[in-house]
């Protein structure tokens, strides 16, 4: 199934398990950090973490509804700590095993396209479309994720959680995004992997709001939000701006 862009002027795309793969960049940094929470520790704490986070330990699946799926990194932090003190940690105590234990993925090194993005943004733009990307990650692996892809020149602009803009699912980033670009809600296409993501756009009056089934989401969750779900952002139609 392909989707058509048909009166649609600027594309804002999530970035993790939109354009990249949820699970090369997330899963494997989530059992890194409980089995360093559980050895700073020494407390039986990976089963709380794991479903806190929404991760199968084992698979490696991440659960829709979880906190790694849709949560800034300040807050997943802040979550993180609550794990801790509601299995018998002090609030000092959390804090130290947080120092020890907390890292941020390598946005470089964990980064996998999840089609030819180049090749993709390049087709969007000799369209005369706009390209923004709208993260619920902070700026600056955000900025330099987007660097190693090779996709930085061909993106508009970009909205993070660390902005100071309400993340989704609230609207404010993509009418910021459509603010920055001169570009009407109603002739934009919100593309993305969440609930959060498609309640995003749906709540900003995006004229397109497609879900795309390489990330968290599951076609269940994502069809009565979605004008269009689509197996991933490689079967995007561009076709000419009309």
């Given at each position: 199934m392909t989707v058509r862009l048909d009166g649609i002027d600027l594309v804002v795309f999530d970035k993790d398990g939109t354009i990249i793969d949820f699970g090369s960049m997330w899963s494997g940094w989530a059992v890194a950090l409980?089995?360093?929470?559980?050895?700073a520790t020494g407390r039986p704490i990976a089963a709380p973490l794991y479903a806190m986070l929404g991760v199968d330990p084992v698979t490696g699946t991440v659960h829709p509804g979880g906190g790694l799926a849709a949560t800034p990194m300040s807050r997943l932090r802040d979550r993180t700590r609550d794990v801790l003190v509601a299995s018998g940690l002090s609030e000092t105590d959390a804090e130290r095993a947080l120092e020890v234990a907390w890292h941020a993925p390598d946005p470089v090194a964990s980064a996998r396209p999840v089609t030819d993005l180049r090749a993709l943004f390049d087709r969007l733009r000799d369209s005369g479309r706009r390209i923004a990307v709208?993260?619920?990650?902070?700026?600056?692996?955000?900025?330099?994720?987007?660097?190693a892809l090779g996709i930085a020149d061909r993106i508009d602009a970009t909205v993070c959680a660390d902005d100071g803009i309400a993340v989704k699912p609230a609207p404010d980033m993509v009418l910021e995004l459509c603010a920055m670009l001169g570009v009407e809600p109603a002739r934009t296409a919100v593309v993305g992997d969440t609930v959060a993501d498609?309640?995003?756009?749906?709540?900003?009056?995006?004229?397109?709001?497609?879900?795309?089934?390489?990330?968290?989401?599951?076609?269940?969750?994502?069809?009565?939000?979605?004008?269009?779900?689509?197996?991933?952002?490689?079967?995007?139609?561009?076709?000419?701006a009309t």
């Open positions: 409980v089995e360093g929470l559980s050895a709208a993260t619920t990650d902070d700026r600056d692996p955000t900025e330099r994720t987007l660097a498609l309640s995003m756009g749906r709540a900003a009056g995006a004229g397109l709001v497609v879900a795309v089934l390489t990330g968290v989401g599951g076609r269940a969750d994502l069809a009565p939000l979605a004008d269009a779900v689509i197996a991933s952002v490689a079967e995007i139609e561009v076709g000419a």
